[in-house]
């Protein structure tokens, strides 16, 4: 199982940015698959994430209204909308999906909201 997260960079604040990422090695179509984040110093946290059968999602309280997450199952990637972003944002964002009895993680992408 392989998640890989891209799309991370310095954005100002009230700015858009869309993260991606591509997962290889497992049948995403059946499985949950989400986004957490760990900023400087804290614990790292669930963002959102989106089920497999009927696509419906979950969002942290922080992010509702302001992020959206989706998925593609044909082309095996997911990835997440991130509108009015705010400088509390800022994190390393990873991609994470519960695979027979295991978490797997993507690499980290940063994201940097400063002016």
């Known amino acids: 199982v392989q998640l890989q997260a891209f799309g991370g960079r310095l954005v100002q604040p009230g700015r858009f940015l869309r993260l991606s990422c591509a997962a290889s090695?497992?049948?995403?179509?059946?499985?949950?698959i989400g986004w957490f984040r760990q900023a400087p110093g804290k614990d790292r946290e669930g963002v959102s994430c989106?089920?497999?059968?009927?696509?419906?999602?979950d969002y942290a309280d922080s992010v509702k209204g302001r992020f959206t997450i989706s998925r593609d199952n044909a082309w095996r990637t997911m990835s997440l909308q991130m509108n009015n972003l705010e400088p509390e944002d800022t994190a390393v964002y990873y991609c994470?999906?519960?695979?027979?009895?295991?978490?797997?993680w993507g690499q980290g992408t940063q994201v940097t909201v400063s002016s």
């Open positions: 989106i089920n497999s059968l009927d696509g419906s999602a």
């Open positions: 090695g497992f049948a995403m179509d059946y499985y949950r």
């Open positions: 994470n999906t519960f695979y027979r009895g295991r978490n797997y």
